[in-house]
Each structure stands twice: as C-alpha cells, then as structure tokens.
C-alpha cells in the first residue's frame, strides 16, 4: 500500500506559475515549518514527514477551518492506486461524460442519440469499476479468511437523484463479493467535502486495511474501494449544435467538475470529434488554448500535445490543439489515423482504413495531492471504440503504471493498434462486440513529457 499527502486538496491549492496564492507562507507563519518541506508536502513530493510536522499541519488545519478535529489526520492522507481500474474506483465521484449527436427526422423527435460504440465502452467501464476488471473475488481480509461458500450477501441499499446514483453497485453488494461487511458509518467517507476519500476511516485513520495501531489492528477484511457518487453528463458533439453552444456546454460541464471538492474522477468517452470535454482535458494537461487549430505550425516539434488526430474527410472537423489535418508543415500526415511522437522527436502513424487496420487511444492524468483524475479514451472510428472496450476489459494492465510521473501528477496516454480481417457484412460487425483482436499496445515514452512540462512554481 502506498499513501499520498492530501495537503493541497484540503486547502484548495493549485499550482499556477502565474500566481501566488499566499497559502504557503500562511502555512509557514502559522507552523514555522520550512518553507522548501511545506511545498514539497504540497506536492506530495516530500520523502517523508516528522510526526512533529504533522501534529503542527493537523492544528493549522483546525485553527483555519479546513477540517474538524475528528477528521485528522485521516484527512491528510490518501491511498494511491495500485493498478489501473482503481485510478476510478478509488473516488468518492466518477463522472462518466459522453458526447450526443442529434438527428433531424421526425420520427425521433427528441433528437439527441448517443452511437452504440460509446454505449459498449461506458458498459466496460462500469463493469471495470465495479469489479475492478474482475479481481474483487480474489480480495480477501487483512489477516481473515474467505467468506464460506454460500454465504447469503447482505442487502444493498440504493437511491437515485438527478442525474446521479449513489455508488453504483452498492458498497454493501461488493463488500458481500469479498465475505466483508459493508462500513457501518458511511458518513466518515463522505464527511463534508474536506472527509477523507474512501478507504479512511475519521478518527480511526484507516486506510484500506491500516490502522494507528498497526496493519489489521482490530480490522477484518479489505475494503473494496468503489465511488460513492456516479453522475453521467451529456454534451454536444460536434456538428449537432452551433460549435458555440456546444463549447459552451462542455466549458459548464468541465467547470463544473473542477468545482468539486470530493475525490474525484472524471472519463471523458471519445475524441474531440465526438467529444468536446476531451479538448479541455487535453488542454488543461498540456498546458494550451482549447478549441485552436495548430495546423499552421511550420515543425511537428511546436506541437504542444504528443498525440495528434488526422481526421477523415468526412469526420467534422473542430479547431483542436490535438486534431487537425495537418500535423505541420515540415511533416506528411496525408493520411488519416492517431500519429503520436517518439522519444527521438520522429512522428509515427497508426491508420484506420477499410483494409482492418484501425486505432484507439488511451490518456489520463492523475494528481493525487488535490485527489482529482482526468482520462480520455476512445477509438479513432466506432469500430475501434468497440474493440477499445474489450481491450480494457482483457488488458487493463498495460496501461498500467503510468508513463510518465513528475510534479505531482501521473501521466499515462498510449496507442492501441489494431489489424483485422475487413467483414463481409459490415452491418453485422456493427453489433458485435466479442470481437477478440490481439492489439498492440504503445505506451508514448517519458521523453515526450518531459519536453513539454514544467516544473509548476510554488
């Protein structure tokens, strides 16, 4: 088990080069810790913290308001994720986001229609939440046994809201998967929007299974960690409404997510063609303007993303920092596909054609000192994004561990690849997803980042 220091989430810090909030000198005056540990701790780059500055961080904690005595220092800490579907279990909230298209016959006169291949991958990644891609049976108690064969589970409860479902599968049916009760206090991982993210336990500083007075001190078995709060969003795709209003509407939706103080989690379905949230992520990771075209680039090394889409003729064509149809001036991108960039700076391409060649992408960024995770993924046609779903499904663990790491944050993105035998009734293949390709998978090399981020100032 691995724990991050939650500092930064629990007084609201961002790292923004172009200010200074003043919230590290307000540490330091207050506690008289070093200015260097504060940021660090900050950060959650700090190899370690004396117990002595953790006592002065708990008291400025409570004096400023940020948390109430009973919360600490469980508050202060998070568990970090061991594998891949735990970067979205390991939540209080999972927001699913996905693009809507819009149709203008009269027979469908409520217009707005989700493609079935963005259906098949919010199923697979449900059932990869839920189950942690299968191995929640294979999760036994911290120094306890297996349940007995048999062993009737206890019921779940659940309530629904606006948009919003509380858990998913409840904590109580997966806790039964596992032969351990569900938390009797469920209000201690959900306690204000300073409590600690699940796995913690306020007062008892419980983190998936370790206590104050040692690992399995007085506990039973594992908690299987799952969000407690569910909520899908719905935005425009490209081309079903007037690009302002669908930018608009994904800018509220992406704004909206930022503002949550819980643990969080956010999966953006499909690229910016379909998606328009995707664009913000990538933006935000990257650190460049949303919704502008980089054609004109006169080299492929300006580019400010390692990942660019070639769209088709016929795909919509958004202004996009990651899209276009030229990747620059000094590079060939005739043809249509995912081109991303190698560690010697070269570009190379994987197409998606009728011949059985296709391709799909798979990106996050996770900073664990502010407990937030942003993932875009998707398939460069629906047949990839079906494929898409089944290779999360069987091999989750190639996109595990992330690529890149620095500064806090995790960053994963790789290229899936795919060839095929081209069907015979293309219709057909439109429906199935049992489909079981060997894809090859390419995790996009460290140097890429590391050209393209800076240390954040303090």
Known sequence: MRLSLRLAKLVHYTPDKNKRPGIIKAIVDATGLDRHLVSNLLRNVARG???????????????????????????????????FWELLARRQRLELCV???????????????????????????????????????LRVGIGGDRPAVGTKPPAADSKSGSGETSGGRGGDELAAESGESASPDAASDNAGDAGAPSGFQAGGFQAGGFQAGGVGAGASATRIPHPEHMRQSLVWSPGAEPSETAIERARQVYDDFGKSRQEKALVCLGSMKSNPVAELVMAAAFDCQPFQS???????????CPLFLRYRDRDPHPDSCWGGTRLAADVETSAPGIYYEQADGTWAHCGSDESGQDVAFVFYVNCEPQGWMEMVVGGFSGRATRLLAKTLASRAEHFWPPTFSAFGKQFGAYVVKYSLPRESDHRQDLLRTDVHIDPTIIPLDAAVFQRRLKQEES
């Open 49 to 83: 913290i004396p117990l002595d500055a953790l006592s002065r961080l708990c008291e400025f904690l409570v004096d400023h308001g940020y948390c109430s005595p009973d919360q600490l220092p469980g508050a202060l800490f998070g568990v970090e994720a061991e594998q």
């Open 294 to 304: 980089q054609d004109g680039l006169a080299r492929a090394a300006e580019r400010a």
């Open 99 to 137: 693009g809507v298209r819009s149709a203008e016959q009269p027979e469908w006169p409520e217009r707005a229609w989700v493609v079935a291949s963005d259906a098949v991958l919010v199923g697979e990644l449900l059932n990869g939440v839920s189950t942690l891609g299968g191995t929640t049976q």
